[in-house]
């Protein structure tokens, strides 16, 4: 089995820093894309910011300049450094990871389990 587990969610005030961490683990040969959506309520799940395995990375027009996503190959985990946080940043966010469980087998989407996040003063 593959676990995505997120850590890292919390309150923050407006102007204030956050970081989410997702660590991948289980039965993994290779994890291709990585990413970060989030879902507001009463709102779709909308992508925040995902990276490649080659480190190209993109983002949500709303979150740039803001947000840096990362990853750590070596340990299979994906980091969201949020900073010049607004209001409407507030939602659940998810970990994402297309990960392909064994050598010639097909990719996957896995997701975690959220992790809450809220802007207010």
């Known amino acids: 089995q593959v676990q995505l587990v997120e850590s890292g969610g919390g309150l923050a005030q407006p102007g204030g820093s956050l970081r989410l961490s997702c660590a991948a683990s289980g039965s993994i040969f290779s994890i291709n894309r990585m990413g970060w959506y989030r879902q507001a309520p009463g709102k779709e799940r909308e992508l925040v910011a995902a990276?490649?395995?080659?480190?190209?990375?993109n983002y949500a027009d709303s979150v740039k300049g803001r947000f840096t996503i990362s990853r750590d190959n070596a340990k299979n985990t994906v980091y969201l450094q949020m900073n010049s946080l607004k209001p409407g940043d507030t939602a659940v966010y998810y970990c994402?990871?297309?990960?392909?469980?064994?050598?010639?087998?097909?990719?996957?989407?896995?997701w975690g389990q959220g992790t809450q996040v809220t802007v207010s003063s």
């Open positions: 994402n990871a297309l990960i392909q469980k064994f050598r010639g087998s097909l990719n996957y989407d896995y």
């Open positions: 990276v490649s395995s080659g480190g190209s990375t």
